[in-house]
């Protein structure tokens, strides 16, 4: 009777062991993949509750040439061919007027963000010089993920004042 207790106790304790073993060494091969998935998802959701993989509207406007909100003035934009996640970077805006001339001394200020995640751009960029022709400097460009990104300018010169967006995807 006693010996039979002693084989039960002794069968589910070692039931145990191989069980915690068993889970030791499985969980460095399987650990991992289960672990990072489960991660990714908490961290990119606790940065803000909105985050997701949820993919940009259809129908968004890329071009890189525009015409702002009222169509006061002509924009566009040149920046490096693939702009790299977090990496700090310059853009080159051009500004015409409606008719086609180039727009002196302008005041620019610069805004955006990603409208999915509720969240603006990680810094703060500034024009920082005017390079003639209609061409202005804008320093302090940085995406920190991919996906649909905004860029606003705001753009000042004599009595005209007026807005423009642009939108881009980032890979990453
Ligand atoms: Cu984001």
Redesign the pocket.
């Known amino acids: 009777m006693q010996n039979k207790t002693l084989k039960t106790i002794l069968t589910i304790a070692l039931t145990v062991v191989i069980t915690i073993i068993a889970f030791i060494v499985l969980m460095p091969m399987f650990g991992p993949s289960f672990m990072h998935t489960l991660m990714a998802g908490r961290m990119h959701n606790g ?1 803000n509750g909105m ?1 997701g993989d949820s993919a940009a509207p259809s129908g968004l406007d890329y071009a890189t040439e525009r015409t702002t909100d009222n169509g006061t003035f002509k924009v566009s934009y040149t920046t490096e061919n693939a702009i790299a996640i977090n990496q700090m970077h310059t853009w080159v805006l051009h500004v015409e007027t409606a008719d086609g001339q180039p727009v002196e001394d302008a005041t620019v200020t610069v805004d955006g ?2 409208p ?2 509720g ?1 603006g751009l990680p810094t703060a960029p500034q024009v920082t010089e005017y390079l003639g022709n209609g061409d202005y400097l804008v320093e302090g460009m940085k995406f ?2 991919g ?1 649909w990104w905004e860029v606003k300018f705001n753009i000042s010169a004599g009595d005209l004042t007026d807005t423009i967006t642009f939108n881009l995807t980032l890979e990453g």
Do not use: A, S, W
């Open positions: 940065m985050h963000g990603m999915q995640h969240h920190q993920m996906g």
